[in-house]
């Protein structure tokens, strides 16, 4: 790393250094290096997989709870749902709704896309770098980094979890190339970069996991806690730990991950919290990772130390239990990988020296330059929101027929865009935050959906008004059947019903 410059390096005007000043310039016009058109290519790909088209149900909630935070302040309470109004609610993810709030009254959702535009680039270039600067070798750092980014893009979503990601790729070069800016200075970077991530997402549990991992892998290399690195690690931690309980929920918002973890139970009927499945896209990127990692540490040039195996093997049990780790895991396993597969310093500068820069360079980052702003202007002449998923034609009758406002069930995932499209005036039975619902709610909620004996108890039991529901499933058939029920409208994947005492 080149030594800060001091004020009294600026003004000197020596021969020397004006020689070195010259030739600094002359490098700075030249073409750029093959170093420089990876990272633009890893860039580019990130950028692009960021600005697509905003659906998923989660982010809606999100932003719906963003757009409260700049009308009635931070939600202590719930004030979505009939079912359970009052409850207390601690919106983990409240600064990035509260950007995501700022960016919708501003700029409109194309902001919220830029937004994830940018983080896309932000953590495949910073995946890569990590990568080249531990393997010194660019086509080598280039295939683990794509590997490891796989299932990052198989898993995309505008999720707060991704601004989780990113604060997660700062955290990886603090402890993994201790000698860059961030690393040297942990006292500072290590809270800055937990408070934002406490603030944004609860994977930055994970993070101080991986922190507790590295440390005790340093201890079994020899390397003891309170000594030398390991001691501004754990001093810049424990800052950082007490950091995060600056927050408006203070404790609530830093227990909320072993709060959420407590409800096992309800967890396992959710998808992302299920063990991946090898037969789709999802869980084959975890598959690739796997299969890297295992030739990697059988067949690298370098073996794993022991640090390396305890902090990467419980993060790929992590995905192996759970899907939403894989996007987490192969991160956190790059850089051990990397310094397996490195090559000698030597051999690296000898390359470096032997680079060849030509005109190409500059054609290259015109070309992709050209093809980013095709992208840009692609997006933002396309709609926004994708609703496509959504029972939006049930949604448009039960408006037309006078029934917004009324005691609605829906699917978890489907609330999500009625919440965004008539918060606050309709109120749900549920969605999907499962760590704030009381249990017996969401309880009856899957009874409901499993179309058991007692759903029409459920129903009345909530006084419930209007149901939209997917027309394949149980519950569906079962109201159809009953006679209390009045169809409004059918289409080939949903039915919206009425309470016979309020059909129209």
């Not at 700022?102 to 770098?129: E, H, K, N, S, Y």
């Not at 299920?274 to 370098?302: C, D, E, K, T």
Request: proline letters at 6%; glycine letters at 8%.
């Amino acid at each position: 790393m080149t030594a800060p410059t001091t004020t009294r390096d600026r003004q000197d005007t020596s021969p020397s250094h004006a020689a070195e000043a010259a030739e600094r310039g002359s490098r700075h016009r030249q073409p750029p290096g093959l170093d420089f058109l990876f990272t633009a290519v890893f860039a580019f790909f990130g950028f692009a997989v960021g600005i697509e088209r905003l659906s998923d149900n989660s982010f809606f909630t999100h932003l719906v709870t963003g757009r409260y935070i700049l009308d009635h302040g931070i939600p202590h309470h719930d004030s979505y749902s009939f079912t359970a109004p009052g409850t207390k609610f601690v919106a983990q993810s409240w600064l990035a709704e509260l950007l995501y709030g700022v960016l919708d009254r501003t700029a409109g959702p194309f902001g919220i896309r830029l937004l994830g535009a940018l983080t896309g680039a932000a953590i495949t270039v910073l995946a890569f770098r990590l990568a080249l600067r531990l393997s010194r070798e660019r086509m080598r750092a280039a295939l683990i980094s794509v590997a490891a980014l796989s299932g990052l893009f198989v898993l995309w979503s505008e999720r707060p979890l991704l601004l989780g990601l990113l604060c997660f790729m700062v955290l990886l070069w603090i402890v993994e190339v201790p000698d860059c800016w961030v690393g040297r200075h942990p006292y500072v970077s290590m809270p800055v970069t937990f408070w934002l991530w406490a603030n944004v997402h609860g994977s930055f549990a994970l993070g101080f996991l991986y922190l507790g991992l590295h440390l005790l892998g340093r201890w079994l290399d020899g390397s003891r806690p309170w000594n030398g690195g390991e001691q501004q690690v754990l001093v810049g931690g424990a800052i950082a730990f007490a950091a995060t309980f600056v927050n408006p929920y203070g404790p609530a918002l830093v227990l909320f991950p072993i709060h959420l973890l407590q409800r096992g139970d309800i967890l396992r009927h959710i998808i992302e919290w299920g063990s991946p499945n090898f037969h789709n896209m999802r869980g084959q990127a975890l598959l690739l990772w796997i299969a890297v990692y295992v030739v990697v540490a059988a067949r690298g040039r370098n073996r794993f130390s022991r640090r390396d195996v305890v902090v990467t093997v419980p993060f790929l049990g992590l995905a192996l239990w759970a899907l939403r780790n894989v996007a987490i895991a192969p991160l956190v396993c790059l850089p051990a990988v990397a310094r397996a597969i490195a090559v000698d310093p030597e051999r690296a500068a000898r390359t470096k020296a032997e680079e060849r820069r030509g005109p190409i360079g500059f054609a290259f980052v015109i070309v992709l330059a050209a093809l980013a702003f095709g992208v840009f202007v692609r997006a933002y002449n396309e709609p926004d929101l994708v609703t496509v998923s959504y029972p939006v034609k049930a949604m448009n009758v039960v408006e037309r027929e006078g029934l917004i406002g009324r005691r609605l069930l829906m699917d978890d995932g489907d609330a999500a865009y009625a919440e965004l499209a008539w918060a606050p005036k309709q109120k749900l039975f549920i969605d999907d935050r499962y760590d704030m619902f009381p249990e017996k709610v969401i309880y009856d909620f899957f009874d409901l959906s499993a179309g058991r004996q007692d759903w029409a108890k459920i129903l009345a039991r909530y006084d419930v008004e209007v149901v939209v529901w997917p027309k394949a499933q149980p519950l569906t058939q079962l109201m159809e059947r009953s006679g209390d029920w009045t169809v409004i409208h059918r289409d080939k994947s949903w039915i919206a019903f009425v309470r016979n005492d309020l059909a129209p």
